[in-house]
Structures are given as C-alpha cells and as structure tokens.
C-alpha cells in the first residue's frame, strides 16, 4: 500500500529542511547579544528585558527575521540586489516590527508614551540586521548550491 502525500506536504518537509540547515549556522550566543545592544541600553527596554518571557520573545522574532531573509536570498542569487529583495517582502518584514513593537509596549511599564518611537526605530532596526543577516547566509548557501 502507498502513502499518499500532497505537493503542500512536499514543500513544507522541503522548507522546514532548509529552516533547519540555516538555523544551524546561527548561535544562541549572538542572539543574546543583539537583544542586550539593541534593547539593553535604553531604560525602557532594559527594565523589559529582566523578564525572559519577553528575552524569548525577542529571540523568537528574530529567528522568524532571519528565516525570511534566508528564504528570500535566492532573488539576490539570481541577481536582484538587497533593496529590491527587500520590496518583495515588505509586509512580513513590517508584521514582525509591528509585532515585535506591540509586544514591547503590551508587557511595558507604561513609560513607553514618549519614548515609543525610538522604540519602534529600535524595534525596525532589530528586525532589519537579522534580515540582513539571514539574506546573506542564504545567499552564500546558494552559491555553495547548499540549498
């Protein structure tokens, strides 16, 4: 008797095994230490950052930057630079500032109404370096044809 799988299953075994290959070459190490130079130095963020629920959170965002990254490298393989790859995934990279955002401001003490727009520019710049970061290791995978 046969297993029938669909093309969906197919793809999404292809994707999350590439996730992992990725994934690999990122370590916890680096992620702590972009939340502690991004967030660790404004008053709000450090007060935020003591709680490792919202630590994690953070780190979860920024795994779900780096991925997206990953996965749109294959334009900037085939010769499309940086800027108009970034076009192309314009509101998944803006759901995870957002999202990021409004999970600083949700669990924070209330201090954030003046300072909530550097906290934003924070929060676009945190996602951006680990899009970028994602970006160029998939486009190097690609050129090692480690895809």
């Given at each position: 008797m046969n297993v029938i799988t669909t093309f969906k299953d197919k793809?999404?075994?292809?994707?999350?095994k590439y996730e992992?290959?990725?994934?690999?070459?990122?370590?916890?190490?680096?992620?702590?230490?972009?939340?502690?130079?991004?967030?660790?130095?404004?008053?709000?963020?450090?007060?935020?950052?003591?709680?490792?629920?919202?630590?994690?959170?953070?780190?979860?965002?920024?795994?779900?930057?780096?991925?997206?990254?990953?996965?749109?490298?294959?334009?900037?393989?085939?010769?499309?630079?940086?800027?108009?790859?970034?076009?192309?995934?314009?509101f998944e990279e803006k759901h995870l500032i957002d999202t990021l955002y409004n999970f600083l401001l949700y669990w924070g003490n209330g201090e954030e109404g003046t300072?909530?727009?550097?906290?934003?520019?924070?929060?676009e710049q945190y996602i951006h370096i680990w899009w970028r970061e994602g970006f160029e290791k998939g486009e190097r995978r690609h050129k090692l044809r480690l895809h």
């Open positions: 793809q999404r075994e292809k994707q999350i992992r290959s990725v994934l690999k070459e990122l370590s916890i190490n680096k992620l702590k230490e972009r939340v502690k130079h991004y967030f660790g130095s404004t008053r709000i963020a450090s007060s935020l950052i003591m709680n490792t629920g919202i630590e994690e959170a953070c780190y979860d965002v920024a795994l779900e930057a780096f991925l997206l990254g990953a996965k749109f490298s294959k334009f900037g393989y085939y010769g499309e630079n940086m800027e108009d790859v970034k076009k192309r995934c314009h300072l909530s727009e550097s906290l934003f520019y924070m929060c």
